[in-house]
């Protein structure tokens, strides 16, 4: 099995930081966290930070050069640095990974239970 937990949410003023994490755990042969996603009340879920091959990084444009997405693969860990909040950016938060529990079985998509970010006066 496979389990991603997100935590680092909470409330915060406008011009805050928080730092969100995506921890992958469980049983498993491989796995790969890919990024983050939002999603705002009444709302699509929405790509926030990824990275893509090549070792880059893709933002989305409401985020770009306030936000950064690291990862710490000794511990299976995504980071997900905000700063510069606004209240846009309130929703839930969640990370998504790709993985295997098994070295011969099909690679699967997996998503955390999100974790909530308020920006708010």
């Known amino acids: 099995q496979v389990q991603l937990v997100e935590s680092g949410g909470g409330l915060v003023q406008p011009g805050g930081s928080l730092r969100l994490s995506c921890a992958a755990s469980g049983s498993f042969f491989s796995i790969d966290v890919k990024g983050w996603y939002r999603q705002a009340p009444g709302k699509q879920r929405e790509l926030v930070a990824t990275?893509?091959?090549?070792?880059?990084?893709h933002y989305a444009d409401s985020v770009k050069g306030r936000f950064t997405i690291s990862r710490d693969n000794a511990k299976n860990t995504v980071y997900l640095q905000m700063n510069s909040l606004k209240p846009e950016d309130t929703a839930v938060y969640y990370c998504?990974?790709?993985?295997?529990?098994?070295?011969?079985?099909?690679?699967?998509?997996?998503w955390g239970q999100g974790t909530q970010v308020t920006v708010s006066s």
């Open positions: 998504n990974a790709e993985g295997q529990i098994r070295s011969w079985g099909a690679m699967r998509n997996y």
């Open positions: 990275f893509i091959r090549g070792g880059s990084t």
